[in-house]
């Protein structure tokens, strides 16, 4: 394939592009297939000799998209939504065809400088300090990998990049029960170890779900008191089982006052902060060290973009960067940042094109304006399950996020599996205080009051049938 020819099939890909999406809501949102149906479509010894496009483009539309869970759907209410506004697609595909690798300044100058450039519009879009630098990461994971891997080497005042773990003192991390897995890999795969990682109970009868400050004290002071060395404390504003938010302000003020540093994963949540009245769910934030959040989950941008803020990136630096004689920038190394010094990755996409797209395109009123309604009719949908008969809503909308189970586990899981091959709508599970529920979250780009409001209906019809 040519230059010419990749023009013409991405026309063709373009237009089916608009057909896909026009179609998403007469399609189920999950395929209803086994493990191992779809290789058995396209089991086919390597090719020795090259095809025609037209064959390869014919299996694509015949086979793929009816064997995809369709993410663009207006009614996935599963997971956290991956959206991708079409604006940020289109820059994807721009990105695409310079493939440019931004790996530092002088590899993509305009990748760098326009990074640098849409963090701090995002940092000011989400009302954090004008102090804030950032990045921008393949995911969350990687973002909260690198702020664990900063806070070990603060703790051990940089010797174990060199000197390794073994005989060091042991480190310990705290975090919230409620935190997310990426946690417990960052303190598995950092040498540190899921058995230092100390989750901290919530607080009592609190509708956010935070840890409990006084606990987080406690325990820092007991692994002092017992020769440990605690590292950092890792926060949630928005987990992703049931939406706990720590109180950041307290619990930022214990890590303070212990000297540790502090990360904030607010993956999913991070997009609300874009309209002020949802700030109070983090209020506290800005005496964060380290905040990620997810542009390609709620606000719009085409997966991949995760964003990191850092108050002051330099101790990453010196724990993530390193300079050898060929990634030197002659003649300018002082003047420039290479963010690959920030990342685990050398090499870099360009993803801050498609949040210049996003950003200038739909504006922060129209983001807003989407997850207000996602948020209001998150609430209209919670209040319609509540009404129905042996519908119970077991943690209460935090942003856009609730769940609920009915009757007994069984019959929950019963209704889950039911409501799922219908395939007019997708939820998927979790587990609270020990109860299986059901998860809801809204907010798919697309989906519209009467999306959302299927699910009460749904449900009814579906538990009628159980
Ligand atoms: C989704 C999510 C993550 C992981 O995000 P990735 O970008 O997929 O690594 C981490 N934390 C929270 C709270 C999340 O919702």
């Known amino acids: 394939m040519d230059h010419d020819e990749l023009a013409h099939w991405s026309k063709r890909a373009a237009d089916w592009a608009r057909d896909y999406h026009a179609s998403l809501r007469d399609r189920p949102v999950r395929p209803d297939l086994k493990p191992g ?132 003192p042991r480190l310990r991390l705290y975090a919230s029960a409620q935190a997310h897995s990426s946690v417990d890999k960052a303190a598995r795969l950092s040498g ?143 003047e420039v940042v290479n963010y690959n010094e920030w990342t685990l990755p050398l090499g870099r996409r360009f993803r801050a094109l498609k949040l210049w797209f996003l950003l200038r395109s739909e504006g922060l009123e129209g983001l807003r304006a989407r997850l207000r309604n996602h948020v209001a009719w998150a609430r209209e949908a919670a209040e319609a399950i509540a009404a129905l008969d042996g519908f119970e809503i077991v943690t209460g909308p935090i942003l856009s996020l609730f769940t609920f189970r009915y009757r007994d586990e069984a019959a929950t899981a019963a209704l889950l599996e039911a409501v799922n091959r219908s395939g007019r709508i997708y939820l998927t599970q979790t587990t609270h205080a020990g109860r299986f529920v059901i998860r809801v979250q809204v907010g798919q780009f697309d989906c519209t009051r009467d999306d959302v409001m299927t699910i009460p209906e749904v449900l009814a019809a579906e538990a009628a049938r159980l």
């Open 37 to 168: 149906d779809f290789r058995k479509l396209i089991e086919a010894p390597v090719p020795e000799a090259p095809e025609p496009m037209e064959a390869i483009f014919a299996d694509f539309v015949r086979l793929v998209p009816d064997a995809l869970t369709h993410w663009q759907h207006p009614r996935f209410f599963a997971y956290f939504p991956a959206n991708a506004a079409p604006a940020s697609m289109l820059a994807e595909q721009l990105a695409n065809a310079m493939a440019a690798q931004a790996m530092l300044w002088q590899t993509a100058p305009a990748a760098n400088e326009m990074e640098a450039l849409v963090v701090d519009w995002l940092r000011d879009a989400l009302g954090l300090p004008g102090e804030f630098t950032g990045t921008i990461h393949d995911s969350a994971t990687t973002a909260t990998f690198s702020a664990v891997l900063t806070m070990r080497e603060k703790a051990l005042g940089y010797e174990g990049l060199t000197a390794g773990l073994s005989g060091g």
């Open 192 to 334: 540190i170890g899921q058995d230092n990682l100390v989750k901290i109970p919530g607080r009592a009868d609190d509708p956010l779900h935070s840890m409990d400050p006084n606990a987080l004290d406690a325990a820092i002071r007991a692994d002092l008191a017992a020769g440990l060395r605690p590292a950092g404390v890792i926060l949630a504003t928005g987990g992703t089982s049931i939406g706990a938010c720590d109180d950041l302000a307290a619990c930022i003020a214990v890590a303070t006052a212990h000297g540790l540093p502090s990360h904030v994963d607010a993956a999913w949540a991070g997009s609300a902060m874009i309209a002020p009245e949802f700030r109070a769910l983090w209020a506290g934030v800005e005496g964060a060290d380290s905040v990620v959040f997810n542009p390609h989950k709620w606000l719009g941008a085409q997966f991949d973009a995760s964003v990191q803020f850092l108050r002051d990136p330099r101790p990453q630096i010196a724990t993530m960067g390193l300079r050898p004689d060929y990634l030197k920038t002659l003649g300018a190394e002082d």
